[in-house]
């Protein structure tokens, strides 16, 4: 079976364009057969991003810059870039661009958000983290003046060893001074020390014994002190007692103090009714006028008594 030359030169064709399609994905690192879909983040400074890079989501990744540039009536930076189809991006969800072009390599970090949010629609932006730059673009942009301050800090120590060479060179200075002075109280106190070396053993030693006698002292005032708690425990039981039979007892007075109050009985009439009273006033008048008579005229009262009768 023969084909025509038009037929071949067009299969040639379409062969190298689908090539050339996978060539292009596969040196952009996109993958070949899996689909991804559109997004887009707005920043300020892209940092050298260039199409091709990196879209990570926790140091993995899920998709690649398609597009860099700058819309310069807005003065934003507008990087559109593709992710996975499997990955999903919930509301929330923010980038950021870190890394350096000139180690690692610039990349777009995907700080997922919430996954109960609903997804960002394909084609939506995600919003950029409004961030500091990283630890290494600091060092990068802070290095000129680290190094000067470095140079400063460097000079200033060189000066101070000066200083303190020709301190210790020159005999009359005041660390000379200072360090022989203290050479001389260290060898003081060290002949201090060496003479009173059985003097401390002995203070010491007398301490150690001060320490047991205290430690069996504690010992032995234990017991005692355990019984004078089981007597206290005692009294204190004791008085419990004696305080609710007291408590009974007051109950008791207060309810006879209750009938003696209503009228009852033969105390409580005596002391709410006056009738009795008056009875007894008047009795005791009687008596005292009964008396005063008897005073005055003996005569009359002991005329018809006999002897036999008042003895």
Same mark, same amino acid.
């Given at each position: 079976?023969?084909?025509?030359? *038009?037929?071949k030169?067009g299969?040639? =064709?379409?062969?190298?364009?689908?090539?050339?399609?996978?060539?292009?994905?596969y040196?952009k $690192?996109?993958?070949l057969?899996?689909g991804q879909? $559109?997004?887009?983040?707005e920043v300020a400074?892209a940092?050298g991003l260039?199409p091709?890079n990196?879209?990570?989501?926790?140091?993995v990744?899920v998709g690649s810059?398609?597009k860099?540039h700058?819309?310069?009536?807005?003065? #934003?930076?507008?990087?559109?870039?593709?992710?996975?189809?499997?990955?999903?991006?919930?509301q929330? @969800?923010?980038?950021? %661009?870190?890394?350096?072009d000139?180690l690692?390599?610039?990349?777009?970090?995907l *700080? !997922?958000?919430?996954?109960?949010?609903?997804?960002?629609?394909?084609?939506?932006?995600?919003?950029?983290? $409004?961030q500091d730059?990283?630890f290494?673009s600091? +060092?990068?942009e802070?290095?000129?003046?680290l190094?000067?301050q470095?140079?400063?800090?460097?000079f200033?120590?060189?000066?101070?060893?000066?200083?303190?060479?020709?301190? %210790?060179?020159?005999?009359?200075?005041?660390l000379r001074?200072s360090m022989?002075?203290l050479?001389?109280?260290?060898?003081?106190l060290?002949?201090l020390l060496?003479?009173?070396?059985?003097n401390?053993s002995?203070?010491?030693?007398?301490?150690?014994a001060v320490?047991?006698?205290?430690s069996a002292?504690?010992?032995?005032q234990r017991?005692?002190?355990?019984?004078?708690i089981?007597? #206290?425990n005692?009294a204190?039981?004791s008085m419990?007692? @004696?305080?609710?039979?007291?408590?009974?007892?007051t109950g008791?007075l207060?309810?006879? +103090?209750?009938? =003696?109050?209503?009228g009852s009985?033969? #105390?409580g009439k005596?002391?709410?009714d006056?009738? !009795?009273?008056?009875?007894l006033d008047?009795l005791v008048t009687? #008596?005292?006028? !009964?008396?005063a008579d008897?005073?005055?005229?003996p005569?009359?009262? !002991?005329?018809?008594m006999?002897?036999?009768d008042?003895?």
């Open positions: 079976m023969k084909y025509s030359n *038009e037929l030169v299969l040639a =064709i379409a062969i190298a364009v689908v090539a050339f399609v996978l060539g292009v994905r040196f $690192d996109v993958p057969f899996t879909y $559109d997004m887009y983040t400074d940092k260039i091709g990196p879209v990570r989501i926790n140091g990744k810059v398609r860099v700058f819309e310069q009536d807005r003065n #934003l930076v507008r990087v559109d870039f593709q992710v996975n189809r499997d990955v999903v991006l919930p929330g @969800t923010t980038c950021t %661009i870190s890394g350096i000139a690692t390599g610039v990349r777009i970090e *700080e !997922l958000g919430d996954p109960g949010n609903p997804r960002i629609n394909p084609g939506d932006v995600v919003p950029s983290a $409004d730059q990283d290494a600091q +060092l990068v802070r290095a000129p003046l190094v000067d470095v140079d400063s800090v460097l200033g120590i060189e000066g101070t060893i000066g200083d303190v060479r020709g301190l %210790i060179g020159d005999p009359d200075s005041d001074t022989a002075a050479r001389s109280s260290a060898v003081t060290g002949d060496r003479e009173e070396k059985s401390i002995g203070i010491l030693t007398n301490v150690n320490s047991s006698d205290l002292i504690t010992s032995q017991d005692s002190i355990a019984m004078a089981s007597r #206290l005692g204190m039981n419990e007692s @004696t305080m609710s039979s007291l408590e009974s007892t008791q207060d309810a006879i +103090l209750a009938r =003696i109050d209503d009985g033969t #105390l005596l002391i709410n006056p009738a !009795l009273y008056n009875r008047s009687g #008596l005292d006028e !009964l008396l008897f005073k005055k005229n005569r009359r009262y !002991l005329r018809e006999k002897i036999v008042l003895f």
